[in-house]
């Protein structure tokens, strides 16, 4: 493949912005080589600026489920356009998609739209401390909830890939409200609420980690968090940014029948465009400004393009009864095909897949937790990203990603992509 205008552009790129991109992980520094330049995208492919079409495995780390420029959601977009692009003031559609996430996911009354999944994740933990007069907060190492400094403690995602958990400019003020538990370790987290008794407000969760690979919760792990939050008056925060609207209609709250007390959402929930939400049960929901004290806002939440875009994807998955099913069987599928022509060639991997999401570890062995998706190995995973980029295929430029399956994948491009794993696995 020849990547010749993305290598300029690239060069171009990084005399004026840092790296050349606005968010880390673009930059292939985990795997090497020149970062892609994208033309444009349409269903489960991207066209680069030197004319490759690639199968695509992130569809924008998440959001574009149904593929890329989905006509539903463009034309919304369009439509939306042509009215002015903001308004600063309340406007119907608002509402609107209010109500149809409301209905679709369980356990919550309201829902606040602000820009981005950090902005949903940070004000959920302000609106926990609020609520409970409290000040600590529990996370799972490897978990990533966004760039906002009460996250930056261990994070998952670029912080990790680029060996630098403590970012520079996170106060230490700041980083000993966070207390980091070992994912799918309930033990941990008990020892965590015992040693500071009554001074932790919420435990935040990604209930299927995304950002250390796939990981699922071990069987009645979410449960014990749910029955340690009742114990110990601590709010349990599901962080669905990516399971929402992914994994079911209600997203992992559904998925796994336990209820969150506060659910943060991003990726789907704005159908491409830059869009968070957090919700939660009225006697929760109502502690929020204007009408209460904790104080939350954003020029641009709620912009009318963003909830067009909204909008339609919700619409779409709400009337598609097979939606997460059809997703779940070609996951399975893809795991399937990977899972035979790895093991024909003789890698040592592990597979870990929950509905949409998947995950290819270069290790032996489960993967549950930050720790064992460490071990993967890095040069394995590399040799891996670029050869299936040789073949055309696009996966995250890091290990600790998970691959975000779109239901504009044919079976076509799953074998072409179980093909192009046999080809590439050959070389590992
Ligand atoms: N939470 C999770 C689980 C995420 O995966 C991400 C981003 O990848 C975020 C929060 C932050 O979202 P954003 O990048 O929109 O700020």
Known sequence: MNYKRSSALFAQAETVIPGGVNSPVRAFKAVGGTPIFVKEAKGAYLYDEDGNKLID???????????????????????????????????????????????????????????????????????????????????????????????????????VTFGSPNSPGVTQGTAKDTLLARYNDIENVTELIEANNNEIACIIIEPVAGNMGCIPPKEGFLQALRDVCDA???????????????????????????????????????????????????EIMNHLAPLGPVYQAGTLSGNPLAMAAGLAMLNELDNDAEIFNRLAEKTAYLHEGIAKVLNENNIVHTINRVGSMISVHFDEGEVVDFETAAKGNNDTFKKFFHGLLNEGVYIAPSAFETWFITDALTYEDLDFTIAAVNTVAETL
């Open 57 to 159: 495995y992130i569809n924008s780390w998440g959001p574009m489920i149904l593929g890329h420029a989905h006509k539903p959601v463009v034309n919304a977009v369009i439509d939306k356009a042509k009215k002015g692009t903001s308004f600063g003031m309340p406007t119907e559609i608002e509402t609107k998609i209010a109500q149809l996430a409301v209905s679709m996911v369980p356990n919550i009354d309201k829902i606040r739209f602000v820009n981005s999944g950090t902005e949903a994740c940070m004000s959920a933990v302000r609106l926990a401390r609020g609520y409970t007069g409290k000040d600590k907060i529990i996370k799972f190492a490897g978990c990533y909830h966004g760039h906002s400094d009460s996250f930056l403690i261990q994070a998952g995602s670029g912080a």
């Open 232 to 282: 110990h008056n601590i709010l349990l925060i599901f962080d669905e940014v990516m399971t929402g609207f992914r994994l079911a209609k209600g997203g992992a709250q559904e998925l796994f029948n336990i209820n969150a007390d506060i659910v943060c959402f991003g990726k789907v929930i704005g159908g491409g465009l830059p869009v968070g939400a957090f919700a939660a049960r009225n």
